[in-house]
């Protein structure tokens, strides 16, 4: 429609690919919370249930590079609605669903959907605005990640209560279908990225080896707490993981048409960066995964406080994300990067000093000072990755730098969960954190808190190594930036 294609286009494709962002951001949280309601409703144990979440992740995390390379060849706007057609058809089998099977196997179908859409959207919003308010506009995307990161669990919990557990995903999917039905009408393909005359060929092998590659690592990093990382299962994942790792790279020197230039980590801007975003996310996951269990079992909060309690922080990522990224655009990229990184940084160690008896407002304080971090961080940091490819490889750049997000997200949880059971196993206890409850005794309290302290701690540390990485990945920019982006003003005016 020529009401959509003037001189407003870009924040008219902004807000239509918002919803759909919000749509897929939401759905992980609101289905979540409706695990127990789903166990109880086919008389399953959670760790079953619980494969609706990690197949449905799983799935994105295999897919997104390879979708994201398909957007590239074929058109972005493309893939894109026809992984929304995946998202609604997935939530309608999960919906109605006989039983527990059918409805992790629909879930994993909705991922592939999902993995279409989130290897496209960010590369559409970036190929939308301008050079100089790239920036900006990842910004806002992060605000609307916050924003449904905090709808998900409480919009599923009302419907959960109000209804019944199918309407989890009947309400995913209106939403899906109302992104469908935007996209549609506001995106122009010319204008999100429209393929070449000359399509290459698509890398299959290079596909295949990722896939591979990130899902035996997932694997590995999700049964690994579970079943013990000396079991020759875990083993065997991680040897895969390296061997599927050293093939991929191999191969992709040498493909005719790869489906990832693995030349860029030559780049310090691009290595460095991607390198930090890693790093924040083992940060950000670990306030995440923990503080739950702590402000439940040790302060003695109810599920719906927590929920609030947890608030501050995503407010705190809604603000900063646009903040930091329209700075970015004016000041250049490493003030936030490193500035992000070190008040990370500040807040992991506010939280590493928790006590079994700390106040409420110390805990709101670390997570307010982690999240704060994070959300300037962000968009700034990538804006320079994305500063180092074409844009006729943003789609392919926006899925890897979402399977950086979700590999560090696993990471995080595996590390922590390790350390903390580690801790109460030596002093005596069940090293689970299924134990770790209002009722478990003050023993078990005492030595999850410990185990708590100390693993904030070696994040603490390890996100030290990441402001490193954000200050050095600024010094040589204008040596490393994509011949594309030569002749653009450079991201980084201090360097």
């Known amino acids: 429609?020529?009401?959509?294609?003037?001189?407003?286009?870009?924040?008219?494709?902004?807000?239509?690919?918002?919803?759909?962002?919000?749509?897929?951001?939401?759905?992980?949280?609101?289905?979540?919370?409706?695990?127990?309601?789903?166990?109880?409703?086919?008389?399953?144990?959670?760790?079953?249930?619980?494969?609706?979440?990690?197949?449905y992740a799983l799935a994105i995390s295999a897919l997104l590079m390879p979708m994201g390379r398909l957007s590239d060849m074929v058109g972005r706007k493309r893939i894109y609605l026809l992984g929304f057609i995946v998202f609604v058809i997935g939530g309608a089998i999960a919906g109605s669903s006989p039983n527990v099977t059918v409805l992790i196997l629909a879930k994993i179908f909705q991922g592939v959907g999902s993995a279409m859409t989130q290897g496209t959207s960010m590369a559409m919003i970036m190929a939308t605005f301008p050079t100089e308010e790239r920036g900006r506009a990842l910004g806002l995307q992060m605000s609307v990640v916050g924003v449904g990161g905090v709808a998900g669990p409480s919009v599923g919990g009302f419907l959960v209560g109000a209804f019944d557990w199918r309407w989890v995903f009947y309400g995913n999917i209106a939403l899906g279908a109302i992104a469908l039905a935007a996209a549609w009408v506001v995106l122009d393909a010319r204008r999100t990225g429209q393929p070449p005359e000359l399509r290459e060929t698509f890398d299959w092998l290079g596909a295949s080896l990722s896939a591979g590659a990130l899902l035996s690592f997932l694997l590995g990093m999700t049964w690994g707490p579970r079943i013990g990382w000396s079991h020759p299962g875990i083993a065997a994942a991680m040897?895969?993981?390296?061997?599927?790792?050293?093939?991929?790279?191999?191969?992709?020197?040498?493909?005719?048409?790869?489906?990832?230039?693995?030349?860029?980590?030559?780049?310090?801007?691009?290595?460095?960066?991607?390198?930090?975003?890693?790093?924040?996310?083992?940060?950000?996951?670990?306030?995440?995964?923990?503080?739950?269990?702590?402000?439940?079992?040790?302060?003695?909060?109810s599920p719906a406080q927590v929920g609030l309690v947890i608030v501050p922080g995503a407010v705190a990522i809604i603000i900063t994300g646009p903040l930091a990224g329209r700075l970015s655009d004016r000041y250049g990229w490493r003030p936030f990067t490193v500035g992000g990184m070190a008040v990370c940084v500040a807040g992991l160690l506010v939280l590493s000093r928790l006590q079994s008896d700390s106040p409420l407002w110390w805990a709101i304080l670390g997570m307010v000072l982690q999240s704060f971090g994070s959300g300037t961080l962000n968009a700034p940091n990538n804006s320079a990755v994305l500063s180092t490819v074409a844009q006729s490889s943003y789609g392919v750049m926006s899925g890897f730098l979402n399977l950086v997000r979700n590999a560090g997200n696993v990471t995080s949880i595996a590390m922590m969960t390790a350390m903390v059971t580690a801790t109460m196993g030596g002093m005596g206890y069940a090293p689970t954190l299924s134990a770790v409850t209002a009722d478990g005794g003050a023993g078990v309290i005492e030595a999850f808190t410990i185990g708590l302290r100390q693993a904030y701690f070696v994040v603490a540390m390890i996100v030290v190594v990441g402001v490193l990485a954000s200050f050095f990945s600024g010094v040589r920019q204008t040596q490393t930036a994509s011949p594309e982006t030569a002749a653009q003003p450079t991201g980084d005016r201090s360097a």
């Open 239 to 301: 040897s895969l993981t390296i061997l599927q790792i050293i093939g991929f790279v191999w191969w992709e020197l040498r493909a005719p048409a790869p489906m990832m230039d693995v030349r860029l980590f030559k780049s310090a801007l691009f290595s460095l960066s991607v390198s930090a975003y890693y790093i924040s996310f083992l940060g950000m996951s670990a306030v995440r995964f923990l503080m739950p269990f702590y402000l439940q079992a040790v302060l003695g909060y």
């Open 1 to 55: 429609m020529k009401v959509f294609q003037g001189p407003q286009y870009k924040w008219w494709a902004f807000l239509a690919l918002a919803i759909g962002l919000f749509a897929s951001v939401s759905d992980h949280g609101s289905v979540t919370v409706a695990l127990p309601s789903i166990a109880d409703h086919f008389e399953t144990d959670l760790t079953t249930t619980q494969w609706i979440v990690i197949g």
